[in-house]
Every structure is written in structure tokens, then in C-alpha cells.
């Protein structure tokens, strides 16, 4: 895997901030959705909340230095380029909106962000498929840089579309007496 040993070699400091810091965030946050511990503790959700935002930060900004300077070509470092910059606006749209008090922006905005989050996920998902493929890892880590978030964005937003029709959608009383 000579594209992580040139990573190492390179950007050391960036590569252990995006490794270090990136699984921090993914750990804390399922529990940033129990709808129990936001209500019954809700200083423990805004306590995780922040390591998640600092997580974030530190991973996202390793990850955009990263992406910049891979030997894995143009198509990936884009690909992994725009993911770290979307995975800071989402979370910083979020960390705005809960500051506003506006949780179900907040909310909003916090789902895109997971979204992307699992991008880890999703991506070590993929890279066997690719090594079981028997193609090169050259050529198929380039799509992964791609195929490891952009179906993870595209789900969340059907998910958020859905939510917005389930709200605007009349109850089953008033379609009745309609």
C-alpha cells in the first residue's frame, strides 16, 4: 500500500490527525441520535457533541491536507478533497444551528453529517471488494475516494426528503374529514 506508506512519509502529522481524530467522531456519533440521552441528559449530548465537532475539525482539515497531496491521482484526491470539505460545512452548519437553538435545523444537518461520517465505514466496506476484484489498487481506490460517501450524502437526503413529506403529508384525521 505504497499510497499510506507515501502518506506517512509526507504528511505524517496530517495522516495521524485524520486517523487519530476520525474514528473519535464516528464512536461518538450513534449516541448523538438516542433520543433518551438528549432529553435525559442533555449535557452528556452537548459534552459529545463537542469532542464530535473537534474531531471533525481536526480530521476533516488532516483529511483536505491529505487529499491534496496523495500519490493516489487527481480523480481520488477530489474525491476525498470534496468529501472533507463537506464533512466540515455539514458539521459546521450543524454546530450553528445548535447554537441558535434551532434543533431541528440542527437536526437536519446532523444527519448529513453522519452521513458522512460513515464515509469510513462505508469505504473499508469497499476496499475488499475491490482487493477480491483482483484489479489493481490504483485503479479501483480512485472510485472508492468516490463510492464511499457519495451513496452515504444521497441516502441521507432521500431520508431527509422522506421526513419533509412524512410532516407535510395531513393526518389521517384530516384526510377524513376532507
Known amino acids: ?54 474531531a471533525i475539525a481536526i480530521s ?11 500519490i493516489a491521482g487527481t480523480f481520488a484526491g477530489f474525491g476525498f478533497g470534496i468529501l472533507a470539505v463537506i464533512w466540515l460545512g455539514t458539521t459546521g452548519a450543524a454546530l450553528v444551528f445548535a447554537l441558535k437553538r434551532d434543533f431541528a435545523r440542527h437536526r437536519v444537518w446532523m444527519i448529513r453529517s453522519a452521513a458522512l461520517t460513515f464515509a469510513a465505514v462505508t469505504l473499508r466496506l469497499q476496499l475488499p471488494i475491490g482487493f477480491a476484484s483482483g484489479a489493481e489498487f490504483s485503479s479501483f481506490y480512485p472510485i472508492v475516494a468516490w463510492s464511499s460517501w457519495v ?12 421526513m419533509r413529506q412524512g410532516r407535510q403529508r395531513p393526518s389521517a384525521e384530516a384526510q377524513v374529514r376532507a
Open 60 to 70: 476533516g482539515i488532516s483529511g483536505l491536507i491529505l487529499a491534496f497531496t496523495t
Open 151 to 162: 451513496p452515504n450524502a444521497i441516502l441521507a437526503e432521500i431520508y431527509l426528503f422522506w
Open 1 to 54: 500500500m505504497e499510497i499510506v506508506a507515501h502518506n506517512l512519509d509526507g504528511n505524517r502529522l496530517a495522516l495521524y490527525g485524520h486517523i487519530g481524530f476520525a474514528p473519535v467522531a464516528l464512536a461518538v456519533m450513534p449516541f448523538q441520535f438516542l433520543k433518551g440521552l438528549r432529553a435525559r441528559k442533555p449535557h452528556i449530548h452537548r459534552w459529545l457533541g463537542r469532542i464530535y465537532v473537534a
